[in-house]
């Protein structure tokens, strides 16, 4: 498929998991794209035919200048995917103010900075954006309060914006991934204790995903296909929470 085709795609946290995925198949598709992440050797891996930049995305300044880069290195920008995330496993007892903190800078600033930075040139090309959000914005994860606040912040987020640019032809969806096989997911670790029933009941009915899974729907959300989408949240977690 060349879906993207003349498109230029500006992808956050593209150095591994569902954000290098996403930026291997928006390019398989015919995408120029501009991926970001603060891991100079992932961004490596993609190979010379996607533009890289090492960002740290809860930096303003950092965010600035990428977005003016990569709308005058690819000539535009029409597509903005916020993939970039961190996660943490925490008891509140034990969950400090600076990993809260950290934690909405990273999933929720830096989405928010790519979006206002990047919102001019996604209205000269009446654009889209897919922000990455989960499947703890909405259902009950245990230890990951934190976590879960920053991604229902997200989707929050993106339901509001969506409705402010849709005036200016700019379409916004969020993605909520479930159990997918990453860096991010097999870093997760648990309290001593856990009661594991709980978790067993959250599985994938189907099993765990994989990266290449969700980089599919976001491919969707962001082409024609999904041309009639806005302002809504496309939950990908193998019946998960059905």
Do not use: W
């Amino acid at each position: 498929m060349e879906r993207f085709a003349g498109k230029n795609v500006l992808l956050t946290g593209a150095a591994t998991g569902i954000g290098r995925a996403t930026a291997l198949r928006l390019a398989a598709e015919g995408a120029t794209v501009f991926a970001v992440d603060v891991n100079a050797a992932g961004l490596a891996e993609l190979g010379s035919g996607i533009h890289t930049r090492v960002v740290d995305v809860s930096d303003e300044d950092e965010v600035k200048a990428a977005v003016a880069t990569a709308a005058s290195t690819m000539g535009g920008i029409d597509v903005l995917a916020n993939v970039a995330g961190i996660h943490r496993t925490t008891p509140l007892a034990a969950l400090s103010l600076d990993d809260f903190r950290r934690l909405l800078d990273v999933n929720l600033l830096g989405t928010f900075l790519f979006c206002r930075e990047a919102m001019p040139y996604l209205v000269d090309r009446k654009g889209v954006v897919v922000n990455t959000a989960s499947t703890s914005a909405t259902h009950a994860h245990p230890f990951m309060t934190a976590y879960a606040a920053s991604k229902g912040a997200v989707l929050a987020f993106s339901i509001s914006l969506a409705a402010e640019v849709a005036a200016d032809g700019v379409r916004v969806v969020a993605v909520s991934p479930g159990g997918v096989v990453t860096p991010l997911m097999t870093s997760v670790t648990f309290p001593d204790g856990v009661d594991a029933s709980f978790y067993g009941r959250i599985m994938p009915q189907v099993g765990f995903g994989d990266p290449e899974a969700i980089a599919g729907t976001i491919a969707y959300a962001a082409s024609a296909d999904g041309a009639y989408l806005t302002g809504v949240e496309l939950r990908v977690d193998g019946g998960s929470h059905v």
